[in-house]
């Protein structure tokens, strides 16, 4: 029986980045090869569309081209997770029950909002996510993140684990992060199946400290992060932090600085992908927060850097 003491997922699973061409248009091409360097990069498996893939910024349609092609080109190497958020319980059902059609493992959900103040309460957010688990037969993962706007206390959280079926993973990205880790554990026990660590690692440490045993990061760098979290889970908190901190240069300038155009950027620089440009109206990454974060990436040679040559 699946539950926190026997995760059907767990480990790392970064945030793909959604690829343009210079026109803005996408780019199907280097989206491929993104994905395989991704799982060469050892990922235990990937999410796509969510706000580091600039999900904000593409529409229906291309969402279901990039499900698409994401599923059929990874072919069940490693589980993939879609984000499907939306404020309509009857839009984020159904993108839903499409991403399970065509072979998602999880879809990660917001609580429903929109722009910055249109919010709903907790009875609402509990219908919505019940709405969205009777559609589909898989994991909902609740993302509490920041752009929501919308709290979600530990208990509120629990409630719905035990109460949803399909709600059982946790992704936390707000402020004190690892505390609520730790209280929704407490609280859910092993209906909190999959309480994970976000925001690009930049509270790693601490989160699997509380319990975490999965984390979403960005597309990067997973061959620098996933021997940080095998360590702490094999008990080796000395190597964990080693690494950790060894890392974290890198890890911080991305959540910091370069936000989710880092990982494009060093897939670029890497012959990876062909451009690195987010969409109009994102600006582009000043050249020196770029000249800066390949300055630490070379000091760390990260796959990214090598996997195209």
């Known amino acids: ?63 279901e081209i990039l499900t698409r092609t994401a599923l059929e080109h990874v072919a069940g190497r490693v589980p993939v997770i879609v984000t499907t958020t939306h404020t309509s319980t009857k839009v984020c059902a159904e993108r839903s029950r499409r991403a399970q059609d065509m072979g998602a493992a999880m879809v990660m959900v917001m609580p429903p909002y929109h722009g910055a103040t249109f919010r709903f309460g907790e009875a609402q957010v509990q219908a919505f996510y019940q709405g969205v688990s009777d559609a589909i037969d898989i994991p909902i993962m609740v993302q509490d993140a920041p752009a929501a706007g919308t709290p979600l206390p530990p208990a509120f959280l629990a409630r719905m684990a035990k109460e949803i079926e399909q709600v059982s993973y946790f992704k936390m990205e707000t402020a004190g992060a690892a505390n609520k880790l730790r209280e929704l554990i407490a609280l859910g026990g092993e209906a909190i199946e999959g309480p994970w660590d976000g925001e690009e690692a930049i509270t790693l440490l601490a989160d699997l400290e509380a319990g975490a045993t999965g984390a979403m990061t960005g597309g990067g760098f997973a061959d620098g992060i996933r021997p940080i979290i095998e ?4 008990g080796d908190k000395d190597k964990a932090f080693e690494l950790y901190q060894r890392w974290l240069p890198l890890i911080n300038h991305e959540n910091r600085q370069a936000g989710f155009l880092a990982a494009k950027a060093l897939m670029k620089e890497g012959g990876v992908i062909a451009c690195d440009a987010p969409r109009s109206p994102w600006p582009p990454m000043h050249p020196e927060v770029r000249r800066q974060l390949l300055d630490i990436a070379r000091r760390l040679d990260p796959l990214v850097l090598r996997w195209a040559r």
Do not use: W
Not at 231 to 234: L, T, V
């Open 231 to 234: 360590a702490h889970r094999a």
């Open 1 to 63: 029986m699946p539950g926190l003491s026997n995760p059907r997922y767990r480990g790392i699973y970064p945030v793909v980045p959604t690829t343009f061409h210079e026109d803005g248009t996408l780019d199907l091409a280097s989206q491929k090869r993104c994905l395989d360097f991704m799982i060469d990069s050892g990922v235990h498996g990937l999410c796509i569309l969510a706000n580091f893939s600039e999900q904000f910024l593409v529409s229906d349609e291309e969402r």
